[in-house]
């Protein structure tokens, strides 16, 4: 009875983090979505786009990685990460099937690092904040 309890708290974890980095994944397309038409509409330079894609994959995941550590409430510092690096696979899926070219360079380096830390502070943060 105890393992059966066991299997079905880790797979419920586990949904929790794939919500986490579902609610980070909507955040990210709502905002680049909003920096998008900001670059259509107005006279921003386009060079504000590569730290714009940097800090918004890192502040969904932060959003994303809190509310999973909440719900968890337990191991924020993996949790969070396992968000971050969830959110960051799909991304780089996603990319390599869309876009002709697509290759991991420093920035790509960069960016996978960022959002796993943005994770695993969100997660400490999450599962702190009951307390």
């Known amino acids: 009875m105890e393992k059966i309890e066991k299997t079905t708290r880790s797979t419920s974890n586990f949904v929790k983090i794939l919500i986490g980095s579902l609610i980070s994944l909507i955040i990210s397309i709502v905002l680049l979505l909003v920096i998008s038409i900001i670059l259509t509409y107005t006279d921003v330079s386009e060079n504000i786009i590569t730290t714009s894609v940097i800090i918004i994959s890192a502040l969904s995941i932060f959003i994303g ?3 999973s550590a909440i719900n968890i409430n337990k191991n924020g510092i993996i949790n ?3 968000v971050g690096a969830i959110y960051m ?4 899926l996603l990319s ?5 070219g697509f290759s991991v360079n ?3 380096i960069i960016m996978i690092i960022v959002s796993i830390v943005a994770g695993m ?3 400490i943060i999450g599962v ?4």
């Open 121 to 123: 502070i969100g997660g």
């Open 96 to 100: 390599s099937i869309f876009v002709t």
């Open 80 to 82: 969070g990460s396992i």
């Open 89 to 92: 696979i799909t991304i780089y």
């Open 65 to 67: 990685s809190i509310i």
């Open 106 to 108: 420093a920035q790509s």
């Open 128 to 131: 702190n904040f009951h307390k």
